[in-house]
């Protein structure tokens, strides 16, 4: 496809996190002068998402896995980074409907992502949040650490048992984790600092649909992993379904169990925008793409990261993990690079750099190629590649190091409960 | 005054600041078996409020500057922490009414701070937050940023040029300080980051009704604070009385100004608790203690900190800093282990430790008992004193070497806009 026929070519991406940026940088580093690119997000920064469970567990602050996008991109002079919302896509007209005026573009990068789904029951979000932002993360973490405090002044032994009773709802890598890490602040970050409650004796269970968690891994360290957070006083319960959630508990069917803090980790589903696209949609509402990552109907958009159904093999598309986003971001830049080139576009070929899961303190599953490892090396391994790639963005060393430190000596730096209103009005002189 | 016949003496502090904190501190660490001491706060966490501003210009995290009470206390085991919120004070029969039920007291010290004031137009806080806790300090923060984004796809130029105008509201310490760093990140941390806006173009003002910006510093050093703000671009303005605030901008009588962004930090009024109690209050609402810090009225009864006011010298109560609030906090509690060996009390001795404020990098004032100090020398006081401090509660080294670090490269490791709600359905597939 060429390029029309004006001097400069329009590239507007949507979303600024793996996949987007990496397209946009890219773009940006191509030096090329005819492209005017276009990152649009809703919001300013670039979210590192698999440390965001450290955030809702009190492990890490906000600001340490994230980045303006701004300032990720503040050497490609040719980009322009926007904060806004895309209310709609008119690809016959090749005009995004957005927050901030209209956009026009010759090439189109939708990288807007997923968000997790409650199957259709929606109604469940307010008593079990779900773990995507920095808003929901932060939510989180002040309804874990409440639920301590309120049991420390609650005096009615049921009341207190259901506030020490921490359900975490699907167990995939996120569920896996959140409830490692629940398991972790309570037996040993806690412990010393309550008087009337034993944080030791806290309940976190586990469930999950599937016969076993972490689906995505091989048996056997789906085993070691089941073990490892049992070891932390995590009770797994696998083949079970949450059939209700109400302001007590959860229901699985006929049982039932009391508990104040409910999260969600359950299933995801991509953006809705992809409703305005001409494709076919998965079960998880991704688009279907060609092996270039662009739409059939429309080979000026391409589509990718979670957003994107992109095969790998027949039957096989690529997972949602960071890896193959940031992958597919740089494919679909670098096939509008080739367009601008005459070049033909090349397929995507994805790259198996592997899945880890950690499951507490020197504790974490590693599976790369048909390769296994599980235990403390496993764990290295992944404080390695997570260190790593936050010191490619920022100068986070010094953070990362200081967090790895306070970890491994049981400490949580950012134990804060924060209030949902700002108002002092309300907050601070807020008497009856 | 002799403890009641019981074998137990009950001791409740509210408020987890530097008073409420320190006087727990003395108290738990004196080892009495026959104390049982309760304090008892709105927030889980201790703030550094004089590191506050730093969060609000993007330059700390929130849990930097916080420390869980219970943490701080947790070597203190018969001290209780308590997350709640006082509703009343029963003096006569010495009792609290609290959103943890009600409390049974020998002995009271209330330290529960202030706020700040909008000298009865509170109407005029939605438009013109104040800077007293981590909500507002990032809503601060939110507004900001958000500015400088607005300002970059903003068209209009009229409407561009209020985006890019900053006024702040107080010439005190913490105005000073907002208003610098807001010329520093201005001039040097976004100055890269835009496409559209220049943002060393933006306005920053400094609003003061009185006829010197850091009134309770000497005259010299309030200069020497006006030249260095001039050269971040803060433009001071003083007496000048702002009048109304609304949607555009502020009036200051005849004369207006648009700005998108208000700040304020123009009064402080203490805890509305005091109007619960026996006593004379002063201008700024602080109940008028005796020499012991305690109410002639109630002798059980010791304020604290910004909530009192404690004479230091004829007419001249103790300032409302940090030094002077910890002094408060732990002479109350002496005054209460004194009674408990049935010893004199003691009068409230305050130790001048003198006052700091700082503009920008490099650049700060120190006053310290007739002696005066500026420029470089007296901002690596200012670093020293507050590392410090920081170390002193928790191994935070770490950050604020990391912290330091980049505040001297003009580095910005916290430009964070965080949403107001955490639910996906608003934020995250929020589509017409």
Redesign the interface.
């Known amino acids: 496809m060429e390029p029309n026929g004006e001097s400069e070519v329009r590239v507007v991406i949507v979303g600024g996190g793996f996949a987007g940026l990496n397209a946009a940088l890219v773009l940006g580093k191509s030096n090329r002068k005819d492209l005017r690119i276009q990152i649009i997000d ?4 670039h979210l590192f998402q698999p440390l965001l469970y450290q955030v809702a567990t009190a492990g890490l ?4 896995i ?1 980045t ?1 996008i ?2 990720a991109l ?1 050497k490609c ?1 040719n980009v ?1 980074p ?4 895309v ?2 896509i008119d690809a016959e007209s090749k005009r995004l409907v957005t927050s ?2 209209d956009l026009q573009y010759d090439y189109l990068i939708l990288a807007c992502g997923a ?2 789904s409650y199957f259709g029951n ?1 109604q469940w ?2 008593r079990a ?2 773990l ?5 993360a ?2 989180i973490r002040r309804r874990i ?2 639920a301590f ?2 049991a ?2 609650e005096t009615d032994p049921d009341k207190r048992k259901a506030l020490m009773t921490f359900v975490v709802v699907g167990g995939g890598p996120t569920g896996v984790e959140l409830a490692g890490a629940l398991g972790e602040i309570s037996r040993f970050t806690l412990s ?5 409650v034993d944080p030791s004796r806290t309940r976190i269970i586990l469930i999950e649909g599937g016969d076993r968690i972490l689906k995505s891994f091989d048996a056997e360290l789906s085993e070691v992993a089941t073990r490892k957070l049992e070891e932390l006083g995590v009770t797994v319960w696998t083949s079970m379904r949450v059939t209700e959630i109400d302001d007590d508990g959860v229901f699985m069917g006929e049982e039932r169990l009391n508990a104040a803090t409910v999260l969600w980790a359950a299933g995801i589903h991509a ?3 992809n409703t305005d696209l001409d494709g076919e949609l998965d079960r998880m509402g991704r688009i279907k793409v060609q092996s270039d990552l662009s739409l059939a109907a429309h080979p000026e958009v391409f589509v990718v990261g979670d957003q994107a159904h992109a095969l790998i093999a027949p039957d096989n598309p690529a997972p949602p993990l960071a890896p193959a986003a940031i992958q597919m971001g740089r494919a679909a830049a670098r096939n509008i690079l080739r367009d601008l080139q005459s070049q033909a576009r090349q397929p995507f070929a994805y790259l198996d750099k592997g899945m880890m899961a950690t499951i507490g303190r020197a504790a974490a599953i590693v599976q790369f190629r048909g390769q296994r490892m599980s235990g403390l090396l496993a764990w290295l391994a992944w404080c390695f590649v997570h260190i790593l790639y936050l010191i490619s963005f ?3 060393a ?2 990362l ?2 967090w790895m ?2 970890y491994f000596r049981f ?1 949580r ?13 309300q ?6």
């Open positions: 809703r919001r300013n920064h602050s906000p600001a340490d994230s303006p701004r300032r503040r002079r322009q926007m904060l806004g919302e209310q709609a901030c005026g968000t997790h929606n979000e307010e949040p779900g995507k932002t920095i808003e929901q932060t939510e650490l409440l405090e309120r420390e002044v010393q600092d309550f008087r009337n953006s809705p925008l920022r100068n986070k010094l953070v190091a200081q430190w306070s400490g730096g950012a134990r804060l409960i924060t209030q949902r209103e700002w108002r002092f009005m907050q601070d002189t807020g008497r009856k």
